[in-house]
């Protein structure tokens, strides 16, 4: 980045659990949670979701990186614990707006990279997902586990990998609940790099570098019209979040799902019903 583009903490209530900091024109936010394998609780959809507000109300923002703190970990999904509680659920208005993470169905003018420092599982992929670019470590590993557990990806992940790589290839990877390797994310579309360890952000930072040298209401603009947003939403998503809700509902009250929930807080093989 250029020399103005020196680096500065941003202020944000979110406090620890999401770290922001500005670059030049771009935005950079952290998930901080290394010892929770950056999983995704309330206090971080709150600051993702403020973060990337900001990111759209200020002028001088031109684009958004997410990623994650520490070395293993861009994403582990949702924090099991907080999920539990309901904290996930909660009825504040921003967070059934922003969706998981803040971010899944947060729809801003702002291009955004995921730059992924390590595995981005169930949750940790669905970002991905719903980021414009993406940039992989070298051990950076992908998927969506949750058929494993009785669940599903609820939170874009079973309708959006289907748009985004090949079907056959996307219905393995739903189906299985198998990971897939960064190089093997790469070949398939996923993401648009694969970098070691200690250039991903950097590798980012270079892809954000070649947007803000173009004209920043052209990309925005631009990624509207790419994207299908207005004023904020993609009305073509609205029936596959419909279908989610209605289907999530379902399979969330099954005793498949409930046994697949305890089977792996006490680290067993689950014992499924098709009930």
Known sequence: M???????????????????ER?????IVTLNRPEARNAINLDVMIGVGEALELAEADSNIWVVIITGAGEKSFC???????AASGELTSD??????????????????????????????????????????????????????????????GAG?????????????????????????????????????VVPAESVLDAALELA????ANAPLAVQASKRIANGISAGTVAADDEHWQRNGAE??????????????QAFAEKREPVWQGK
């Open 76 to 82: 582990a999904g949702a924090d099991l614990k907080a």
């Open 248 to 261: 999530g509902a379902r399979l969330m009250s099954s005793q498949d799902a409930r046994e697949g929930m």
């Open 209 to 212: 570098e070649a947007i803000c």
């Open 23 to 27: 670059r030049g024109h771009v935005l």
């Open 92 to 153: 504040n208005d921003r967070i059934r707006r922003w969706g998981f993470a803040g971010y899944v169905h947060h729809h801003i003018s702002k291009p955004t990279i995921a730059a992924v420092n390590g595995f981005a599982l169930g949750g940790g992929t669905e970002i991905v997902l719903a980021s414009d670019l993406a940039v992989a470590a070298e051990h950076a590993t992908f998927g969506l586990p949750e058929v494993k557990r009785g669940i599903y990806a």
């Open 2 to 20: 250029s020399t103005e583009a020196m680096a500065q903490q941003v202020q944000h209530p979110a406090g620890v659990a999401v770290r922001v």
């Open 157 to 193: 992940g079973a309708f959006r990998l289907g748009q985004q790589i090949p079907k056959k290839a996307a219905m393995e990877v739903i189906l299985t609940g198998q990971p897939i390797t960064a190089a093997r994310a790469l070949e398939l579309g996923l993401v648009n790099r």
